[in-house]
């Protein structure tokens, strides 16, 4: 049973930076294909950033390219969102996804796993 604990959301004030974490539990987390994604108050979940299973592919949304960094640590199972310059649209519930492949996935429906995901609040 594969399984996905996010962490790191909070509190912040528009303009300053947060870093999420996603922790996989189990074995060959390297070949998983990992992505992040985020659901606002009464909007449908939609893609943030996503990863390949060796961090040599990354792909971004284009609402949060240049702000947001997505990496990898495979020793470590974990999954990181650097989010910075955050916005008040950045206000979300954000999760983190697994599927076992290896190149990048964009789409929310490919992904086989999911975390209970985690709040982010931008003040302005």
């Known amino acids: 049973q594969v399984q996905l604990v996010e962490s790191g959301g909070g509190l912040v004030q528009a303009g300053g930076s947060l870093r999420l974490s996603c922790v996989r539990s189990g074995r060959t987390f390297s070949t998983y294909a990992m992505g992040w994604f985020r659901q606002a108050r009464g909007k449908e979940r939609e893609f943030v950033a996503a990863?390949?299973?060796?961090?040599?592919?990354?792909y971004y949304a284009d609402s949060v390219k240049g702000r947001f960094t997505i990496s990898r640590d495979n020793a470590k199972n974990t999954v990181y969102l650097q989010m910075n310059s955050l916005k008040p649209e950045d206000t979300a519930v954000y999760y983190c996804a697994a599927v076992r492949r290896l190149s990048v996935v964009t789409t929310s429906h490919e992904y086989d796993y999911w975390g209970q995901g985690t709040q982010v609040t931008v003040s302005s």
């Open positions: 990863i390949s299973w060796n961090g040599g592919s990354t």
